[in-house]
Each structure stands twice: as C-alpha cells, then as structure tokens.
C-alpha cells in the first residue's frame, strides 16, 4: 500500500532573492520511505488538495507522475499569476520559476507555449520597459543594458532606437535630469558627469550636459 505525505519547509521565503528552500513529498511503501523533493509551492497545494489527497496509488511510480504532473501545473499557474500583475520578459519568469525551485526543464516547456500564444512576449514586454524608463529621466544605454540583462536583445527589437527615443535627442534629456540635480562642489562637474553616466547617457553626452548646466557653456 502506497501513502504519502506532503512536508514543507520553515524557512519558505528566499533570502535575498535567492532559491526558495525545497519542500518535500515523504512516499511511504511497505517497509521503506523515500524523499521526493518538489517545490514548496507544489508541496502546499498537494497538502491541502482534496482530490490529491483521495486518489488511491498502487505504485510508487504512479504517485511520483501524478506528483510531476501537479508540478507543470502549478508552475503555468504562477507564471501567469506573476503576468497577470505586469509583463515580463522570458528569462525573467525563467529565473523567477526556478528560483522558486521548479525544473528548468519544466519552466521551458511551460513558457515556450506561452511564448507561442502570445501571453508572454519579449517585444511586448521591451516596449513598456523602455517607455517606463525613458519617463523616469534613463538614457538609451542604461536601457540596453537593462534589457540585455532580462534576455531582450534591443539589435531584434524593430524599431531600435529611433522608434523610442531619437539618440539626438539625448543631449537634451540629459540637459533635462541635469538641471533638476543638485550638486555641491568640491568636484561637482565630475559627479554630475558620474550621476548621468549612471543613468545610462554616454560620456560625451554625459560630460556636455554637465558642463553646459554647471558653466552655462
């Protein structure tokens, strides 16, 4: 006779963004137990499904797919929970699922279809980003950077970057978040010229803005 039972962890919350600890499924068969470690987040809907908890299991092997099964679905359940609130990019859900302790192999069947129906999208989700960004005083490679760091290659972006912000612009952005920072010397060119390059605006952009706003040149 199989039974089984459903062990989560104290400590569920990561520490500093890091792996949520493991939860565990105790399989008990005759004389034997064995550990089958799963998500927390599967060990807590296992532990209180009433239709889990009722299904009879003849084998071990059979309590373990049913175990994989609940996994893929709770894990396409809290991706789309995660997208429900905002959009992100396709390694960010990867790297959010997996440090909530799925497969990886799971994550990557589970968000390719949605990639393919067109739930979860990259251009979609680069297009908010960049808008956001650009509205908070970013400059055009801070924006890169950030984007290439979540997986979104800006070169495969149509439109890059004029469609968003026209690069000759720049100057005049940076003008803009230059005269609204306060900056006491001693040395107050170079940490004007430091707090735009921060923002992600060029050196020589970064170094004309501060010059211009600082010395009227």
């Known amino acids: 006779m199989i039974s089984w039972e459903a062990v989560t962890s104290e400590c569920a919350r990561p520490y500093r963004g890091g792996p949520v600890p493991k939860g565990t499924i105790q399989i008990f068969n005759d004389e034997t137990t064995e550990s089958m470690p799963v998500p927390q987040a599967v060990a807590r809907y296992i532990r209180g499904s009433k239709q889990f908890g009722e299904t009879p299991y003849t084998s071990v092997q059979e309590l373990k797919d049913a175990v994989r099964a609940v996994t893929g679905m709770v894990a396409r359940s809290r991706a789309l929970r995660m997208l429900e609130r905002r959009d992100y990019s396709y390694k960010e859900l990867l790297v959010r699922l997996t440090n909530e302790g799925f497969d990886k192999a799971t994550c990557v069947s589970i968000l390719n279809d949605m990639r393919s129906s067109g739930v979860l999208d990259d251009t979609r989700f680069a297009e908010v980003f960049i808008r956001s960004k650009l509205s908070s005083g970013w400059g055009i490679e801070r924006i890169r950077r950030e984007l290439a760091s979540r997986g979104v290659d800006t070169e495969r972006l149509p439109g ?30 170079a940490k004007l010229v430091r707090f735009l390059m921060g923002r992600g605006f060029s050196t020589d952009v970064s170094m004309r803005a501060a010059k211009q706003t600082l010395m009227g040149d």
């Open 160 to 189: 890059w970057p004029y469609d968003y912000a026209d690069p000759d612009d720049e100057f005049e952005r940076a003008m803009g978040i230059a005269s609204r920072k306060r900056v006491r010397e001693p040395n107050a060119y």
